[in-house]
């Protein structure tokens, strides 16, 4: 099948694209910059805000992979821009396609961060589109190519990981991530909303001791309180501007206890469960850092 999706130059994009490819189907994918030319992929060239453009996207495809979003913004404004009205956009062009979209374990508590409350409104849109939907809600999604945890592994190298107030989290490999967006592509009419994660519950300094053991450092945990993340925060944009990975809006959840995959919310098994152990994607990780242990 043809699958349109949006998002493909970026982290759960690329690694989608492969999936869609290795699956055997044909993927259009939008994109603001020309791309290098790659069998069974045709490069759209245009923008959310570009209905001309969604509508070429679209053309031919049975089903709709809608990843891209802003993840971070100085103000709600750009949350609104890039993850609202982006998602009501490609609503609008995607007609009564299957519509998958990728949202945020943030989303269930919208009153955390801009961020989080971004997304939980573009979940909305899709329920109420009338649409043959299905959103996914990933825990941190990791591996090799993301650019959001690689600060964790490089401050590992050095034996020390700075964290938030104690609490709970699980991550997901890029890759089961990938797997599951295009089954769900596959699986008409099972309208549901999933949250997602490898099923390894650990706390703040579990994680932070195997990401450790992946660059083959014994790190030593140290968790922050709020007031020093926000401090942390400032002085983070103040050194890397909008490249900066800690931000207030981020403070918020970040300070959450419980970023895990209820059970309840778990896809059944028949159709997916995660493969990729966190010990072994973790080591892939670091490898492609080129700081394994």
Known sequence: MILALTGGTGFVGRATIERALAAGHYVRALTRRPQPPRAGVTWVNGALDDAASLTELVSGAVAVIHIAGVVNAPDRAGFITGNIDGTRQMIAASGSRRFVHVSSLSAREPDLSNYGWS????????????????????????????????????LARYGLALLPPPGKVSLIHVDDLARLLVLLAEAPEQRAMFEVDDGE??????????????????????????????LGARLDGAVRGTGAKLTADRVGYLTHPDWTARAEYRPPAALWTPTIPLADGLAGTARSYGIAG
Do not use: C
């Open 119 to 154: 997304k939980r409104e573009a979940e909305e849109l899709v329920v109420a589109s009338g649409a043959d939907w299905a959103i996914v809600r990933p825990s941190g999604v990791y591996g090799p190519g993301d650019t959001e945890m690689r600060d964790l592994f490089r």
């Open 201 to 230: 519950v650990l706390t703040h300094a579990a994680l932070s001791a195997a990401i450790g053991r992946a660059v083959g450092r014994r790190v030593v945990p140290l968790h922050l309180p709020a007031s020093l993340l926000r």
